[in-house]
């Protein structure tokens, strides 16, 4: 079982800057995860995939709604999962959730319609002041 404990929340004016951790523990040699993403919900909106890498390769994809302003990326020694979000808008506002899956990097980017991520963290609240 994989576990994802994610941090780094809080509350930021606009144009602000945070940085979103998320610790991966639990892996096994079957079941290594292959990718790596961040999703967020805001209240009474669907959940949305925010950005994605693929571990192997650390190739990294980002929501067009964030390019340019988030950034994906890992620390393999530490099993850490970050985001960094620089010029955050007040849409940008909602519960973060980190997510893991092996799967292929075909399946491993922006695309709809791939499959649901097997493992996910607790969440992490965002909120950004106009």
């Known amino acids: 079982q994989v576990r994802l404990v994610e941090s780094g929340g809080g509350s930021v004016q606009a144009g602000g800057s945070l940085i979103l951790s998320c610790v991966a523990s639990?892996?096994?040699?079957?079941?290594?995860?292959?990718?790596m993403a961040w999703f967020r919900q805001a209240p009474g909106k669907e959940r949305e995939k925010v950005a994605t890498?693929?571990?192997?390769?650390?190739?990294?994809y980002t929501a067009d709604a964030v390019t340019g302003r988030f950034t994906i990326s890992r620390d393999v020694a530490k099993d850490t999962l970050y985001l960094l979000m620089n010029n955050l808008k007040p849409e940008d506002a909602a519960t973060y959730y980190c997510?893991?899956?092996?799967?292929?990097?075909?399946?491993?980017?922006?695309?709809?319609?791939?499959?649901?991520?097997?493992?996910w963290g607790q969440g992490t609240q965002v909120t950004v002041s106009s």
């Open positions: 997510a893991a899956d092996p799967r292929t990097l075909f399946k491993c980017g922006m695309a709809p319609g791939t499959p649901q991520f097997s493992y």
């Open positions: 890498i693929y571990t192997p390769t650390s190739k990294s």
């Open positions: 639990g892996y096994t040699d079957t079941g290594k995860v292959t990718c």
